[in-house]
């Protein structure tokens, strides 16, 4: 059994969102506050707590307008039916794929209410939703539609919501969605366990106050090994635990607690005990539990009978040891449940911190043999039904796993907020993207590039341009300081050549990623006489030799772009969605065009650079001779990175920085009023409390 999907609603940024799972391990990646921790909170809410309950703050802020309408609803005498509907509810749906040759699918079978025999697929709903017979509780106190009233309503909601919502296990036929059927909390429990191993894992470098987190994840596997339904080699260890744990008892009932009563006060000094009362006497019991879990501590053996307390190994080194040891703990616990065939999924958040990136890398590529060597060594060969989710912010661990494995979380800008989830197995399966595919994973393996979680994003030439960069941006930023700063925002610079940008587009496309690609005209020509193109001055050019200019402007055609059409490009021509192209035009008032990057910066500070001659041809022909070599571009932009820094950025580049500028991410208003809103009505709340408090105390 594996889970296929899982569909979220009205959950924080998780607004109307559908994951699809690997069999494996997924990989969540995107920028930050992109909802990728709603994710694991939402199942830890509903998997984890005994009785699963949601806040005002949990639900979407776009669901602030769906009780504002049921408000009006309800005053306009509209039916309670009509009401419900607008009355945000928030959903999880899980879709799980059995396969049809299984006898015995345990506690699954509660959840299979359909009567077709091709389907393999269970639907799983869990609805927090309004209780029945509670629309009229959840208006109660509110008079009419004023806005006084309506900050009132808002502000109950604080309150109302735990206590008049409650959670729904639903059964849901996967061919016909109105036929369902309610099933007990606990035999949904028993279907799907789920582990997490949170971000913050208490492992901080603190030696002065020992942090033993590794001594109660051993009292945890002891609770699951001695569970009745453990299996008997865990069960086996655990007796030998409490056998010698008993035998250190009946030693404590006897002479320890004799001599620990000595320790009693006289109380008899002060007529007591009387006549009719009892008298005082120790008894003292011991917990294996309480004795791992308080009074274990792992230590790092180091030779000559010296081990070391735990904080002193490396904050690496023991989170990928409490990484290892809540993994076990899982399996062990898989292993003790009674209804075995259930299946599991394990939430690991930022597997990364505190490792070094090569044990990032192998981290995620060994995941999942962790579990099969589990299966194979402790579980006689038997599968442990596990599915992995990891999110994370590291480049190395995004770039090492598996291309279709990432599921990429995107925030809408400048809109509603609320999160998309970009699926790149649905998005890159088409024939006709696997060239670009195969480059992508190659490249992000190669490169570590952090497209997953930046901003917005420059794709540069060579060595030159990355050098420089840094300072082109810094000096576009100050052209014009009203103008949204680019150096102030989150922005990832590639260096991919012009050969191998257009294989970037469909992705950055699919990322939704604000893009500025910087190349260069490469201006060819082919002589009478000739049999091919070759490089020469832009006034000399006939066509363009660029890959990335001719598959931005005409792809799927055959041979070099011309170059009369590249240079009649306007602004406007040069941007596709998100994306945005740059490459060399004239600087104001003139016609010298640069064929490069560094023939642009000269043409741009003629002055600077000594550029002669007495027309704009034989200003490109100084500009020319004055450009470094290929071996020479590293040492040019060093110079004038570092040392001669007064020069100008040339038009084309200024012209693609500041339009990547732009839109820089901030929410939209109407998000701004709707979480000012609950925001204000929560500050009414505490200064009410405080007030109230004022007036007990005085």
Same mark, same amino acid.
């Given at each position: 059994?594996? $889970?296929? +999907? ?11 969102? +559908? ?75 899980? +879709? ?76 849901q036929d996967p061919n016909d969605e109105t036929n369902i059927s309610i099933i007990e909390y606990s035999r949904f429990k028993s279907v799907i366990g789920a582990g997490f191993i949170n971000a913050q894992r208490g492992l901080d470098d603190v030696t002065h106050s020992e942090k033993d987190v590794l001594g109660k994840v051993l009292a945890q596997l002891f609770k699951t090994s001695n569970a009745a339904s453990a299996p008997p080699d865990m069960k086996e260890k ?118 070094h990136p090569q044990m990032q890398q192998i981290f995620i590529k060994k995941l999942h043999e962790i579990a099969e060597k589990f299966s194979e060594t402790l579980n006689d060969g038997k599968h442990w039904p596990v599915q992995f989710v990891v999110t994370t912010h590291s480049t190395h661990i995004a770039n090492e796993a598996e291309f279709e494995a990432i599921r990429y979380f995107l925030t809408s800008k400048n809109e509603q907020r609320e999160t998309t989830i ?50 082109? $941006? ?109 490459y060399q035009i004239a600087e104001e008032g003139k016609t010298a065009i640069g064929r490069s990057f560094e023939e642009a910066l000269i043409l741009a500070n003629r002055d600077h650079f000594g550029v002669t001659g007495t027309n704009e041809n034989e200003v490109e022909e100084s500009a020319s001779s004055k450009s470094p070599s290929d071996k020479k571009k590293a040492e040019f932009a060093l110079k004038y990175a570092l040392e001669h820094t007064t020069w100008q ?35 009414? +709340? ?13």
């Open positions: 059994m594996k $889970i296929k +999907t899982i569909q979220i609603q009205n959950f924080r940024l998780l607004k109307n969102v +559908t994951l699809s799972l690997e069999d494996n391990t997924t990989v969540i990646v995107g920028r930050n506050n992109s909802g990728k921790t709603s994710l694991t909170e939402v199942f830890r809410r509903l998997i984890g707590d005994k009785n699963p309950s949601f806040s005002l703050y949990d639900f979407s802020i776009v669901s602030i307008d769906g009780f504002k309408k049921a408000l009006h609803a309800k005053f306009e005498g509209k039916e309670d039916s009509e009401i419900r509907s607008y009355i945000p509810s928030i959903e999880v749906k899980i +879709t799980i794929e059995y396969p049809k040759n299984t006898d015995d699918l345990g506690s699954l079978g509660d959840f299979i209410i359909d009567l077709d025999i091709d389907s393999n697929t269970a639907v799983i709903v869990i609805q927090y939703a309004l209780k029945d017979g509670k629309i009229n509780a959840l208006f109660d106190g509110i008079a009419d539609e004023s806005e006084t009233s309506i900050k009132n309503f808002i502000k109950s909601l604080k309150e109302k919501i735990p206590s008049l919502f409650e959670t729904k296990i639903i059964a655990s007796d030998a635990i409490q056998n010698i744990v008993n035998e250190i008892q009946e030693k404590v009932d006897t002479d320890f607690n004799e001599e620990l009563n000595k320790l009693l006060p006289a109380l008899n000094l002060f007529g007591y005990p009387g006549l009719s009362d009892p008298g005082l006497s120790t008894e003292t019991t011991l917990n294996v539990v309480n004795i791992l879990d308080s009074h274990t501590k792992i230590r790092y053996k180091q030779g000559d009978n010296l081990f070391l307390p735990e904080t002193y190994n490396g904050l690496g080194s023991r989170n990928l040891i409490y990484i290892l040891f809540q993994l076990f703990e899982f399996f062990r616990e898989y292993q003790s449940r009674p209804i075995s065939n259930a299946l599991d999924i394990i939430f690991i958040e930022e597997p990364e911190a505190h490792l970009k699926d790149l197995r649905a998005e890159f399966n088409q024939e006709d993207l696997r060239t670009d595919k195969e480059f992508l994973h190659k490249y992000l393996t190669l490169t570590k590039c952090d497209l997953y979680f930046a901003d917005k994003a420059i794709l540069i030439e060579g060595i030159a341009e990355r050098i420089m960069t840094p300072l082109l $941006i810094s000096k576009t930023d100050t052209i014009n300081p009203a103008h949204p700063q680019l150096g102030l925002q989150y922005v990832t610079v590639i260096e991919v050549g012009g050969a191998y940008a257009h294989h970037f587009y469909k992705f950055l496309d699919f990322l939704e990623l604000r893009s500025l690609i910087i190349t260069d005209l490469d201006s060819v020509s082919k002589p009478d006489g000739a049999t091919s193109y070759s490089s020469c001055l832009v006034k000399d050019g006939s066509h363009t030799s660029n890959a990335g200019i001719k598959n931005w402007f005409a792809k799927d055609t055959e041979g070099y772009y011309s170059l009369a059409e590249c240079i009649a490009r306007t602004s406007e021509n040069k941007v596709s969605g998100s994306r945005r192209i740059a950025p040339p038009k084309y580049i200024i012209e693609g920085l500041q339009w990547l500028a732009d839109k820089p991410n901030i929410p939209a208003d109407d998000v701004v009023d709707a979480i000012q809103e609950v925001v204000e009505a929560d500050l009414e +709340t505490e200064i009410e409390s405080i007030q109230e408090q004022s007036q007990l105390e005085n």
